[in-house]
């Protein structure tokens, strides 16, 4: 079966051969080459002359051509960019203010119990040095008392 294929295929083969053989033969000269830089060029022309009636006609109906379209898409990827890079300023400002606020809470509370610890003594201290204020001022009348006497 591989050769009945083999067999079918061969002159469209032998076709194409001859075919690629004539092309190559009739465009490997300076004279086709020559001629093709013309064309190409004429078509680069005709190029630029519709790109700038296109151009002209989306200006009239206020619609953007390729390179403004093209501009923008920039400036969009570099304002997204930009966000993305306050957003993540944002972040980490509001992880930093979150742990300031956390450390702001430990010395409250730790003022708090100091506070509190300092309130105690005092009362203690003003309780203790009522009597002992009293207890010296005693003392001292006695000590008057008693240079009163012995001058």
Not at 31 to 36: D, V
Not at 58 to 69: A, G, Q, S, V, Y
Not at 71 to 90: G, Y
Request: charged share 25%; with cysteine; net charge negative.
């Amino acid at each position: 079966m591989e050769a009945m294929q083999h067999d079918v295929n061969t002159p469209y083969e032998e076709l194409q051969a001859e075919i690629n053989k004539k092309i190559y033969e009739f465009t490997n000269c300076r004279a086709f080459t020559i001629a093709f830089g013309r064309a190409m060029e004429q078509h680069l022309i005709q190029l630029g002359i519709y790109k700038k009636l296109t151009t002209k006609w989306l200006n009239c109906l206020d619609i953007p051509t390729k390179d403004e379209l093209a501009a923008i898409s920039n400036r969009m990827v570099r304002m997204v960019e930009q966000i993305d890079s306050l957003d993540d300023v944002m972040y980490s400002t509001n992880t930093q203010h979150n742990q300031a606020m956390n450390q702001l809470k430990l010395v409250r509370h730790s003022f708090e119990e100091l506070r509190s610890v300092l309130k105690t003594e005092i009362q203690e201290l003003k309780q203790n040095n009522i009597p002992s204020l009293e207890a010296d001022l005693k003392n001292l009348k006695r000590l008057f008392q008693i240079d009163y006497k012995g001058e």
